[in-house]
T-cell receptor, first 114, second 114 residues
Framework: AQSVSQHNHHVILSEAASLELGCNYS??????LFWYVQYPGQHLQLLLK??????LVKGIKGFEAEFIKSKFSFNLRKPSVQWSDTAEYFCAVIPSGGSYIPTFGRGTSLIVHP | EAQVTQNPRYLITVTGKKLTVTCSQNMNHEYMSWYRQDPGLGLRQIYYSMNVEVTDKGDVPEGYKVSRKEKRNFPLILESPSPNQTSLYFCASSLSRQGGNGYTFGSGTRLTVV
């Protein structure tokens, strides 16, 4: 079974700082990759996704992620965070075959100080 | 507006009293699923459904039941709730089980079992 590891459980930044959240997965086959954001008290919303093609994907609100197949990684980045980016971020993996059961990481809580 | 609607948003119940959490989507999505979200554990899939009358277990199905009699509805049933089922529950749908354009999540149901 696949697994997803988000190394940073809590991240605290000041506004305008750069952000990188790590996501590594373990699965031997082809995967579809996602980052979701959950603002306080709200449901999860899709930030960006990668299925194939250019490994650098751009999402909403200035976020981007890079798929590095050799490292089984899909790290999320943003050059300059804002206070409104305070939220919990989840990486998710769906194998492109078999059961297609998604696996979510445990989440990273990001707090941005104004 | 395309959405996944869950009811109720909040529910407090007693051990052993059967309850149903409803989930409905208006996007004609084939794939629907239920997750529970617990602190430090991220999201874990309970059950999923690939189409009408087709359901299957996710990672943590014990103590839960689902049904998919119509494409738009996917209720979650707890026949005999226990305190360890106290959690935040999300219903999600997508065009396909591969994730399509990502999952659309409902607003969540916070369940407390005393």
């Amino acid at each position: 079974a696949q697994s997803v590891s988000q190394h940073n459980h809590h991240v605290i930044l000041s506004e305008a700082a750069s952000l990188e959240l790590g996501c590594n997965y373990s699965y031997g086959g082809t995967v579809n990759l996602f980052w979701y954001v959950q603002y306080p008290g709200q449901h999860l919303q899709l930030l960006l996704k990668y299925f194939s093609g250019d490994p650098l994907v751009k999402g909403i609100k200035g976020f981007e992620a890079e798929f590095i197949k050799s490292k089984f990684s899909f790290n999320l980045r943003k050059p300059s965070v804002q206070w409104s980016d305070t939220a919990e971020y989840f990486c998710a993996v769906i194998p492109s075959g078999g059961s297609y059961i998604p696996t979510f990481g445990r989440g990273t809580s990001l707090i941005v100080h104004p | 507006e395309a959405q996944v609607t869950q009811n109720p948003r909040y529910l407090i119940t007693v051990t052993g009293k059967k309850l149903t959490v409803t989930c409905s989507q208006n996007m004609n999505h084939e794939y629907m699923s239920w997750y529970r979200q617990d602190p430090g554990l991220g999201l874990r899939q309970i059950y999923y459904s690939m189409n009408v009358e087709v359901t299957d277990k996710g990672d943590v199905p014990e103590g839960y039941k689902v049904s998919r009699k119509e494409k738009r509805n996917f209720p979650l049933i707890l026949e005999s709730p226990s305190p360890n089922q106290t959690s935040l529950y999300f219903c999600a749908s997508s065009l396909s089980r591969q994730g399509g354009n990502g999952y659309t999540f409902g607003s969540g149901t916070r369940l407390t079992v005393v």
